[in-house]
């Protein structure tokens, strides 16, 4: 069955613009997520979401109660939710396998056993602006598309992307919002940023620089993060792109050199750091090819377990 606005089906494919024009609920949405400060979320309770990964909890949850992500530019968040059991899945998408990944949110929505008949599934899509290499656009129709392909009804109420979330100055163009948080327990969906963005932040960076998939992160039921056991190949010439100036960096390693954040290259310098450190993160990282496990201590802070089988 396809995607819903207000009840109604969506025609596709057409760009965000056309879209919201067609559904002032949606502009109206939309226009109000732009106005809203940005806040700051602290670490306690938080579960921060890097690019190309999932994370699905839902109420119940006793130590999770925020879902997070930010640094986005041509970059989409999701957000699915079952409104009938609270189940929520936030994911950082940027485009490199929308058809397989679509699919994986779903099914992280439906892996909650109690997915009632009462209640339905409602989508947000936040991020990307007016690109030159129209890659936010081209990322907008994608998960626009595979939403549609998906068997269940699903209502967008939330979209927010590429010229919806678009300003303009000096003649360049930036994304507006940069990060959402999702808390759990109310459904809000706000404008946010994150100081904190652990456990093992540079290792989930690397897996992704290096071109991993789409992975989950975190166990609902055990409440437990768990990282890896990951696989990569020496990245490429890491030698050569440390020794490159920042403005190489960004004019080589960003989708949008203009639109990053300040700390993008210091945040991609560390993580080529870690890749020249780790060639191959198998045996160093990862002792015994186990996972690393991290659950949430009293005061809402990540913690180390003992890693687990893989």
């Keep these: 069955m396809p995607l819903l606005v207000d009840?109604?089906?969506?025609?596709?494919?057409?760009?965000?613009?056309?879209?919201?024009?067609?559904?002032?609920?949606?502009?109206?949405?939309?226009?109000?997520?732009?106005?809203?400060?940005?806040?700051?979320?602290?670490?306690?309770?938080?579960?921060?979401?890097?690019?190309?990964?999932?994370?699905?909890?839902?109420?119940?949850?006793?130590?999770?109660?925020?879902?997070?992500?930010?640094?986005?530019?041509?970059?989409?968040?999701?957000?699915?939710?079952?409104?009938?059991?609270?189940?929520?899945?936030?994911?950082?998408?940027?485009?490199?396998?929308?058809?397989?990944?679509?699919?994986?949110?779903?099914?992280?929505?439906?892996?909650?056993?109690?997915?009632?008949?009462?209640?339905?599934?409602?989508?947000?899509?936040?991020?990307?602006?007016?690109?030159?290499?129209?890659?936010?656009?081209?990322?907008?129709?994608?998960?626009?598309?595979?939403?549609?392909?998906?068997?269940?009804?699903?209502?967008?109420?939330?979209?927010?992307?590429?010229?919806?979330?678009?300003?303009?100055?000096?003649?360049?163009?930036?994304?507006?919002?940069?990060?959402?948080?999702?808390?759990?327990?109310?459904?809000e969906i706000y404008r946010a940023s994150f100081q904190d963005r652990g456990p093992e932040e540079e290792l989930r960076a690397a897996r992704a620089l290096t071109g991993g998939p789409m992975i989950s992160i975190y166990d609902a039921k055990t409440e437990q993060l768990r990282i890896g056991p990951y696989s990569w190949t020496p990245f490429p010439h890491v030698d050569f792109w440390l020794q490159q100036d920042d403005k190489q960096i960004l004019e080589n390693l960003s989708t949008s050199p203009l639109a990053e954040p300040p700390h993008f290259v210091e945040h991609i310098r560390s993580t080529l750091m870690f890749l020249k450190k780790h060639p191959s993160p198998a045996n160093t990282l990862f002792p015994g090819n186990k996972a690393l496990l991290y659950k949430k201590n009293e005061d809402g802070l990540w913690e180390k377990i003992s890693s687990s089988g893989s």
């Excluded at 940027?94 to 339905?120: W, Y």
């Design 7 to 187: 009840g109604r089906r969506v025609r596709l494919p057409q760009s965000a613009g056309d879209l919201v024009r067609a559904h002032p609920l949606l502009e109206e949405r939309a226009r109000l997520l732009r106005g809203q400060s940005v806040q700051q979320v602290g670490p306690q309770g938080l579960l921060y979401v890097q690019q190309r990964e999932l994370a699905v909890t839902s109420p119940k949850d006793g130590s999770i109660s925020i879902l997070g992500s930010d640094d986005a530019t041509t970059c989409h968040i999701v957000v699915l939710r079952h409104t009938g059991n609270g189940a929520t899945c936030l994911t950082h998408c940027d485009g490199s396998d929308t058809k397989a990944e679509v699919p994986l949110i779903m099914n992280a929505i439906k892996s909650f056993s109690d997915h009632t008949q009462c209640g339905r599934l409602e989508v947000h899509l936040v991020g990307g602006f007016n690109d030159d290499r129209q890659l936010s656009q081209k990322l907008t129709h994608q998960l626009l598309s595979e939403f549609d392909r998906q068997e269940d009804d699903i209502h967008l109420v939330t979209l927010c992307v590429t010229e919806l979330n678009d300003r303009e100055e000096n003649e360049s163009h930036f994304p507006i919002i940069y990060g959402i948080a999702v808390n759990i327990k109310t459904a």
